[in-house]
């Protein structure tokens, strides 16, 4: 049975950093893509990062380059997304995603908060 089970987020002031992350079991965790999707009140999910399964390929959304970096750990079945110079706009639940054959899981969602 696949888990995601995410972590690391909280209340952070703008121009901060968070590091999220996220532990997984019950597939073949370095064989797989992970990725990070986010989400606002009352805004559609959306992809934030990807990285391949050997972590030598990643990819982001616009609004996030060069401020976040997602990054894997395959020995340890964690992917992270380190958060930096933050804004108010990154303010969501963030989600941790696998796709295996088709089927999409996610975690529990871990909140963000961007604020003075």
């Known amino acids: 049975q696949v888990q995601l089970v995410e972590s690391g987020g909280g209340l952070v002031q703008p121009g901060g950093s968070l590091r999220l992350s996220c532990g997984a079991s019950g597939f073949a965790f370095s064989t797989y893509l992970m990725s990070w999707y986010r989400q606002a009140p009352g805004k559609e999910r959306e992809l934030v990062a990807v990285?391949?399964?050997?972590?030598?390929?990643?990819n982001y959304a616009d609004s996030v380059k060069g401020r976040f970096t997602i990054s894997r750990d395959n020995a340890k079945h964690t992917v992270y997304l380190q958060m930096n110079s933050l804004k108010p706009e990154d303010t969501a639940e963030y989600y941790c995603n696998v796709n295996i054959r088709r089927l999409a899981s996610w975690g529990q969602g871990t909140q963000v908060t961007v604020s003075s």
């Open positions: 990285i391949s399964g050997a972590g030598s390929s990643t």
